[in-house]
């Protein structure tokens, strides 16, 4: 079945640094990415969706310049957290939607496919 | 604008005890409603869905009834195995039907003891 593999699934690293996270559909190609993050005890919420080609789309709330997203290509989206403090510190996952039987995405009948997810913490 | 709630784990049951985990929603209109399950190092998957008012949603002996009058979706298991060791999330879909609309509950953890 189709894969979405997120790396790196565990990363601790000091408050100022940047660090990135990727996702890549294995075996389909996926125009889509939703970018989550959820706090311990707290709801998966969407920070943002990226776009192959073009730039992404940020809910409400969510900083832009602390979480800059990519998707360069047609299986790969990145999200890279820049200058991490400690209160940054969570589970972020990825998912992407594919057509069913392979076919194109339509509104309301895709399967997502989530990536295992990354926790975060800054120290 | 929508919420999902759900039962606050963990949850530890003994091999073969009957499963519940409740979820309530709040939506506009009429949405979708989804159980994910995540097992350990792998991404989230769909585990059953319903999409109308008492429609059910079934698999893997999982079963959740979409309530409409109860705005729940609680998710039931006669007889549960190590196997469902997971973390379960409750999510819906709004009425516009994009996947970017999909609200998720905090998910619940479930240990399953031999």
């Known amino acids: 079945g189709a894969v979405v593999s997120q790396h790196p699934s565990w990363v601790i690293c000091k408050s100022g640094t940047s660090v990135k996270i990727e996702c890549r559909s294995l075996d389909f190609q996926a125009t889509t990415m939703f970018w989550y993050r959820q706090f311990p005890k707290q709801s998966l919420m969407l920070m943002a969706t990226?776009?192959?080609?073009?730039?992404?789309?940020?809910e409400q709330g969510v900083e832009k310049d602390k979480f800059l997203i990519n998707h360069a290509s047609l299986t790969l989206s990145t999200l890279t957290v820049t200058s991490a403090h400690p209160e940054d510190s969570s589970f972020y996952i990825c998912?992407?939607?594919?057509?069913?039987?392979?076919?194109?995405?339509?509104?309301?009948?895709?399967?997502?496919?989530f990536g295992a997810g990354s926790r975060l913490t800054v120290l | 604008g929508d919420s999902v709630t759900q039962m606050e784990g963990p949850v530890t049951l003994s091999e073969e005890a009957f499963l519940t985990i409740n979820c309530t929603y709040t939506?506009?209109?009429?949405?979708?409603l989804f159980w994910y399950v995540q097992y350990p190092g792998e991404g989230l998957q769909l585990l059953l869905k319903?999409?109308?008012?008492?429609d059910k949603g079934s698999n893997k002996g999982f079963e959740a009834t979409y309530r409409k009058e109860t705005t729940s979706f609680h998710l039931e298991k006669g007889s549960v195995q190590v196997s469902d060791s997971a973390v379960y999330f409750c999510a819906l879909r709004g009425f516009s039907g994009s996947a970017r609309q999909l609200t998720f509950g905090s998910g619940t953890q479930l240990t399953v003891l031999p």
């Open positions: 990226s776009n192959e080609g073009s730039k992404a789309t940020y």
């Open positions: 939506a506009t209109g009429y949405p979708s």
């Open positions: 998912s992407a939607p594919r057509g069913l039987a392979g076919g194109p995405v339509r509104s309301g009948a895709n399967v997502l496919t």
């Open positions: 319903a999409t109308k008012a008492d």
